[in-house]
């Protein structure tokens, strides 16, 4: 079975801080996705990566940055953490052309 | 641009009865569409997919969809609904290595 592990599943910080978001995959994956999931707005990408050392801007990547050094891990990164970043993140990975993604259990960050 | 939607937020079906839950896409060249579903506190799961072929497209649960290139819908259905089935159901489009999701759709299975 196909693993995506997020570091955290409950996470609480405060305004200001700087936050690190881990994703591992198992399967080899070119592709790993960093999305937020907020209600009524679906899931909006934040940064994909395709590559080891490469990363792509998605839809919303103001105030989030990403590292991809290895590729089986990608990094979300919140430079300083607001109140308005408070949401459920959620990675996945895929192999690269038309194929499912396969996703992590997510975080559900909040910042005070 | 591309974009998916999902124009009800909410579905309700007794058990045992048919579900329809359902999507439709704007997308610029030919569509690759999903379907996934999350349980509550849970990552997404894959439930099928349409690249090309058959339109109608079989997947995990016994869940298909249907796909209507001249509607631009791809509905997922279900024969008969079962409680457990009840969940966060998002249709999704691959375009330029990545997926544009719907905004979701709630599906409640009464007992």
């Known amino acids: 079975d196909v693993k995506v592990t997020q570091s955290s599943r409950y996470l609480v910080k405060r305004t200001g801080e700087k936050v690190f978001l881990e994703c591992v995959q198992d399967?080899?994956?070119?592709?790993m996705f960093w999305y937020r999931q907020d209600p009524g707005l679906g899931l909006r990408l934040i940064y994909f990566?395709?590559?080891?050392?490469?990363?792509e801007k998605g839809d919303i990547p103001e105030g989030y940055s990403v590292s991809r050094e290895k590729k089986e891990r990608f990094s979300l990164i919140l430079e300083s953490a607001s109140t308005n970043q408070t949401s459920m993140y959620l990675c996945?990975?895929?192999?690269?052309?038309?194929?499912?993604?396969?996703f992590g259990q997510g975080t559900r960050l909040t910042v005070v | 641009a591309q974009s998916v939607a999902q124009p009800e937020d909410q579905v309700n079906v007794a058990e045992g009865n048919p579900l329809t839950v359902k999507c439709t896409y704007s997308v610029s060249g030919n569509p690759y569409l999903f379907w996934y579903v999350q349980y509550p506190n849970r990552g997404l799961q894959f439930l099928l997919k349409y690249i090309t072929g058959d339109n109608l497209v079989k997947g995990s649960y016994g869940f298909e969809a249907e796909f209507n290139k001249s509607q631009t819908s791809f509905h997922l259905k279900k024969p008969s609904a079962l409680v457990s089935d009840s969940a966060l159901y998002f249709c999704?489009?691959?375009?330029?290595?990545?997926?544009?999701f719907g905004p979701g759709t709630r599906l409640s299975v009464l007992p």
């Open positions: 996945a990975s895929s192999f690269q052309g038309f194929t499912e993604a396969f």
């Open positions: 990566s395709y590559d080891v050392k490469m990363k």
């Open positions: 999704a489009v691959y375009y330029g290595q990545n997926f544009v």
């Open positions: 399967m080899d994956h070119e592709n």
